[in-house]
């Protein structure tokens, strides 16, 4: 029961930033981009439709699963290699090493899907105010004008539809931000950020030694890398002597 009230939280956060995701890209695809002019002349978007290297349901995969992968293995090394059982948070007195990584791993995806969850609501309000065209913009939306005869005069067109039948020019106005450069940069900082806090920061925690057992295979090879942890600790030094 303890422990249910502990994991309730995180994962009604988890819930939340979900159904906030979610919303946001049904969003997207009803609402409209801005309609926003061009240039007859300008070469930008005259570029032919290629198909996506990086498919955006991959994106989301990548960006979800590497990072939890990353949170679950910190978590191990802080448990089983720093805290031990020395340092608890909520609700992990009396319980399992195992379900303290439960719990830690638990809060830190929630905040990690929250994260996520504003960056994909932050990226699809400035797609969908700005509209900026993408390379593409004129093979997909084939806009009712001549835009050959005009391809070498500076003349901006403002009024156009577009006579697309598959309407993929919705997307083609939909450029800046890039999705893929945003979530993927706000994964990666989120990633660097937590191991900057939880391993980086704890050098006296890898200082510390544990006592050689017998059933505890690692306590050798922890107590010998634990001494060039703390001599770069307490000297003036970057961490740079630990990976030579």
Same mark, same amino acid.
């Given at each position: 029961?303890?422990?249910?009230?502990?994991?309730?939280t995180p994962?009604?956060?988890?819930?939340?930033?979900?159904?906030?995701?979610?919303?946001?890209?049904?969003?997207?695809?009803?609402?409209?981009?801005?309609?926003?002019?061009?240039?007859?002349?300008d070469?930008?978007?005259?570029?032919?439709?290629?198909?996506e290297?990086?498919?955006s349901?991959?994106?989301?995969?990548?960006t979800l699963?590497?990072?939890?992968?990353c949170?679950?293995?910190?978590?191990?090394?802080?448990?089983?290699?720093?805290?031990?059982?020395?340092?608890?948070?909520d609700g992990?007195?009396?319980?399992?090493?195992?379900t303290?990584?439960?719990?830690?791993?638990?809060?830190?995806?929630?905040?990690?899907f929250l994260t996520?969850? !504003? @960056?994909?609501?932050?990226? $699809?309000?400035?797609?969908l +105010?700005?509209g900026?065209? &993408?390379?593409? #913009?004129?093979?997909?939306?084939?806009?009712?004008?001549?835009?050959?005869?005009c391809?070498?005069r500076?003349?901006? !067109? @403002?009024?156009?539809?577009? $006579?697309?039948?598959?309407g +993929?020019?919705?997307?083609? &106005?939909?450029? #800046?931000?890039?999705?893929?450069?945003?979530?993927?940069?706000?994964a990666a900082?989120?990633v660097?950020?937590?191991?900057?806090?939880?391993?980086v920061?704890?050098?006296?925690g890898?200082?510390?030694?544990?006592?050689?057992?017998?059933?505890?295979?690692?306590?050798t090879?922890?107590?010998?890398?634990a001494?060039?942890?703390?001599?770069?600790?307490?000297?003036?030094?970057?961490?740079?002597?630990?990976?030579?």
């Amino acid at each position: 029961m303890t422990v249910l009230r502990y994991i309730k939280t995180p994962l009604i956060d988890i819930i939340a930033s979900a159904l906030l995701w979610w919303g946001t890209s049904i969003a997207s695809a009803v609402i409209q981009p801005a309609h926003v002019g061009f240039s007859c002349d300008d070469v930008s978007i005259r570029k032919p439709r290629v198909p996506e290297i990086v498919s955006s349901m991959l994106l989301h995969w990548v960006t979800l699963l590497v990072p939890i992968l990353c949170f679950v293995m910190v978590e191990l090394v802080k448990i089983y290699l720093i805290d031990q059982d020395e340092e608890f948070a909520d609700g992990e007195i009396r319980q399992s090493k195992l379900t303290r990584v439960l719990l830690r791993v638990l809060h830190v995806i929630s905040w990690h899907f929250l994260t996520m969850a !504003i @960056t994909e609501l932050l990226t $699809t309000v400035a797609k969908l +105010s700005v509209g900026r065209l &993408r390379p593409y #913009f004129l093979e997909v939306c084939r806009p009712a004008v001549d835009t050959e005869s005009c391809a070498t005069r500076p003349i901006y !067109i @403002t009024h156009y539809e577009c $006579t697309d039948p598959h309407g +993929s020019s919705v997307g083609a &106005r939909k450029s #800046f931000f890039s999705g893929h450069s945003s979530n993927s940069m706000a994964a990666a900082t989120f990633v660097v950020l937590y191991i900057q806090g939880r391993l980086v920061n704890d050098c006296q925690g890898w200082g510390k030694t544990v006592p050689n057992r017998k059933d505890a295979p690692l306590s050798t090879f922890h107590n010998g890398y634990a001494q060039r942890i703390k001599n770069a600790c307490s000297s003036d030094r970057s961490m740079g002597p630990l990976f030579r």
